[in-house]
């Protein structure tokens, strides 16, 4: 019962036999006195004594674990080197990352790679030989794949949990393991693989329960984006999932393009989760991976690491002279990005430069954390978001692209400091090849190209004849005239 009346609380006081009398009750019927008798008390001694033998009281939250040393900065190197002429994608970049990460003394034991499904196609069952798979009562079976080198090997000591296609076991191990250091005091990081939206789509419920208790760990959301696995069912063309990650509050959202950025992202988790220095370690990084081949480039140098972390670093910039844009994008529309700043200096005379967005969410709650203070210390000086910050001096319209829908790039757009348009994937996907969904998309190199010069037509910086010219001159309505190569075909 919420609320008792006063007749009721007498009749529960008499036959509980608890000492309070009339009027205590009567004085107040709808906040009747405590009562404790005393620690001395035989019941009380009775339920002190078998706490004790049970382990102590719940809830209660351990803070204090074993002190894990970090990975020195080489373990990183492989993602920073680039790929030289060999295409590869984010995925098998991070699969490359995460086997030195497991090879490493110091945290190497305490990684434990989730994966519910898929572990060829992202390129882990390069982990089966050495790091095992875990089961308690050993294999008992004859794989199907026993002549391969890299055949399906489980153990009691095996470091990796294979649950089978099981989405919902898969993130209770996740949040066993990434709740490890606090219920068990030994930190484990635990490495969570899933296919585009099994993750925060079918399993968001659990996730924001893991981030309730404090969970840590990366969730790696592969064959990210609507366009890059395509013809395979709905379930593959995720153009959502940064959304559906940006509102939980422990989650860390990335949607790196380059390896390099990867490698800066996954340390800079593993120290904040794991360093014991950042004021809030209970946090879990979700990083985006694509499955479409490129060439990866190594890391520039004086690589902006502040700004990749932070969200926002100037990429590429323009190589002529003209009217200035800005071309901003995410994940594996960074390419796209650099296609359209060719032709637009190559066809239009347009001068553009490109910046690569680690995080719209990051940036998004760096602003709104910017004007919460400014609302609350009227007096103090002015906070500006970081991504305002970046882009002060940046000239011309800015133009975003992401291979998800218009309200990812969106999350920024009260915080960009000019005329601001988005590019994005709304709608379910679409079975064709790469280029032709970009295409129905709108979200190739050349639509962005078209999108650019609408924004200087709009500022009265191009003449108005050559958006028609550009329609055109690119078959913007021909859903079969996607761009080609590394920045929208087929691999």
Do not use: C
């Given at each position: 019962?919420?609320?008792?009346?006063?007749?009721?609380?007498?009749?529960?006081?008499?036959?509980?036999?608890?000492?309070?009398?009339?009027?205590?009750?009567?004085?107040?019927?709808?906040?009747?006195?405590?009562?404790?008798?005393?620690?001395?008390?035989?019941?009380?001694?009775?339920?002190?004594?078998?706490?004790?033998?049970?382990?102590?009281?719940?809830?209660?939250?351990?803070?204090?674990?074993?002190?894990?040393?970090?990975?020195?900065?080489?373990?990183?190197?492989?993602?920073?080197?680039?790929?030289?002429?060999?295409?590869i994608a984010t995925t098998?970049?991070?699969?490359?990352?995460?086997?030195?990460?497991?090879?490493?003394?110091?945290?190497?034991?305490?990684?434990?790679?989730?994966?519910?499904?898929?572990?060829?196609?992202?390129?882990?069952?390069?982990?089966?030989?050495?790091?095992?798979?875990?089961?308690?009562?050993?294999?008992?079976?004859?794989?199907?794949?026993?002549?391969?080198?890299?055949?399906?090997?489980?153990?009691?000591?095996?470091?990796?949990?294979?649950?089978?296609?099981?989405?919902?076991?898969?993130?209770?191990?996740?949040?066993?393991?990434?709740?490890?250091?606090?219920?068990?005091g030994e930190p484990l990081?635990?490495?969570?693989?899933?296919?585009?939206?099994?993750?925060?789509?079918?399993?968001?419920?659990?996730?924001?329960?893991?981030?309730?208790?404090?969970?840590?760990?990366?969730?790696?959301?592969?064959?990210?984006?609507?366009?890059?696995?395509?013809?395979?069912?709905?379930?593959?063309?995720?153009?959502?999932?940064?959304?559906?990650?940006?509102?939980?509050?422990?989650?860390?959202?990335?949607?790196?393009?380059?390896?390099?950025?990867?490698?800066?992202?996954?340390?800079?988790?593993?120290?904040?989760?794991?360093?014991?220095?950042?004021?809030?370690?209970?946090?879990?990084?979700?990083?985006?991976?694509?499955?479409?081949?490129?060439?990866?480039?190594?890391?520039?140098?004086?690589?902006?690491?502040?700004?990749?972390?932070?969200?926002?670093?100037?990429?590429?910039?323009?190589?002529?002279?003209?009217?200035?844009?800005?071309?901003?994008?995410?994940?594996?529309?960074?390419?796209?990005?650099?296609?359209?700043?060719?032709?637009?200096?190559?066809?239009?005379?347009?001068?553009?430069?490109?910046?690569?967005?680690?995080?719209?969410?990051?940036?998004?709650?760096?602003?709104?954390?910017?004007?919460?203070?400014?609302?609350?210390?009227p007096n103090e000086e002015?906070?500006?978001?970081?991504?305002?910050?970046?882009?002060?001096?940046?000239?011309?319209?800015?133009?975003?692209?992401?291979?998800?829908?218009?309200?990812?790039?969106?999350?920024?757009?009260?915080?960009?400091?000019?005329?601001?348009?988005?590019?994005?994937?709304?709608?379910?996907?679409?079975?064709?090849?790469?280029?032709?969904?970009?295409?129905?998309?709108?979200?190739?190199?050349?639509?962005?190209?078209?999108?650019?010069?609408?924004?200087?037509?709009?500022?009265?910086?191009?003449?108005?004849?050559?958006?028609?010219?550009?329609?055109?001159?690119?078959?913007?309505?021909?859903?079969?005239?996607?761009?080609?190569?590394?920045?929208?075909?087929?691999?």
């Amino acid at each position: 019962m919420k609320k008792m009346t006063l007749d009721n609380l007498k009749k529960f006081r008499d036959e509980m036999h608890i000492p309070i009398t009339d009027a205590a009750l009567e004085a107040d019927p709808y906040q009747p006195p405590f009562y404790h008798p005393g620690e001395d008390d035989e019941a009380i001694q009775y339920m002190q004594e078998r706490r004790r033998e049970l382990g102590g009281y719940v809830p209660e939250r351990r803070t204090k674990h074993t002190h894990i040393e970090l990975p020195e900065a080489k373990t990183y190197d492989v993602v920073k080197k680039g790929s030289g002429k060999q295409e590869i994608a984010t995925t098998m970049a991070f699969a490359r990352l995460l086997k030195d990460l497991l090879r490493d003394k110091s945290i190497g034991n305490r990684i434990v790679p989730i994966i519910p499904d898929e572990a060829r196609t992202f390129g882990m069952d390069a982990y089966f030989p050495t790091a095992k798979i875990y089961n308690p009562a050993g294999q008992h079976y004859t794989s199907v794949d026993r002549e391969q080198l890299l055949a399906y090997k489980e153990s009691p000591q095996g470091q990796i949990v294979h649950v089978g296609i099981n989405e919902a076991g898969a993130f209770a191990a996740f949040t066993a393991v990434g709740t490890s250091y606090a219920t068990h005091g030994e930190p484990l990081i635990p490495v969570y693989v899933f296919y585009s939206m099994f993750g925060f789509q079918r399993t968001g419920d659990a996730m924001w329960a893991a981030g309730d208790q404090m969970a840590r760990g990366f969730i790696m959301g592969a064959t990210a984006g609507r366009t890059t696995l395509t013809g395979e069912g709905l379930q593959h063309a995720d153009g959502h999932s940064l959304l559906l990650a940006s509102t939980n509050p422990a989650v860390v959202s990335y949607d790196a393009a380059y390896g390099y950025e990867l490698g800066h992202i996954v340390r800079d988790g593993i120290e904040r989760m794991y360093g014991g220095k950042h004021e809030d370690p209970n946090v879990m990084y979700y990083l985006t991976l694509y499955n479409e081949p490129l060439v990866q480039p190594a890391e520039p140098e004086n690589f902006d690491v502040e700004g990749a972390l932070k969200g926002i670093y100037h990429l590429s910039s323009a190589t002529i002279t003209g009217p200035k844009a800005q071309l901003l994008a995410s994940g594996v529309a960074v390419p796209w990005a650099l296609e359209a700043q060719q032709l637009l200096a190559s066809d239009w005379g347009v001068a553009a430069d490109v910046w690569s967005v680690t995080s719209w969410t990051e940036l998004r709650r760096d602003g709104l954390a910017a004007e919460e203070f400014n609302f609350l210390n009227p007096n103090e000086e002015p906070r500006v978001p970081y991504v305002t910050t970046k882009l002060a001096e940046a000239k011309g319209p800015f133009v975003a692209l992401t291979d998800f829908m218009h309200a990812v790039p969106d999350q920024i757009r009260a915080f960009v400091p000019g005329d601001f348009a988005t590019l994005g994937a709304d709608d379910f996907g679409f079975s064709d090849t790469r280029a032709a969904a970009r295409r129905f998309f709108k979200i190739d190199s050349h639509s962005m190209v078209v999108r650019t010069l609408q924004s200087l037509v709009k500022r009265g910086e191009m003449d108005p004849a050559v958006l028609a010219h550009a329609i055109e001159k690119y078959s913007l309505h021909d859903v079969n005239a996607g761009t080609t190569g590394s920045a929208g075909g087929e691999s």
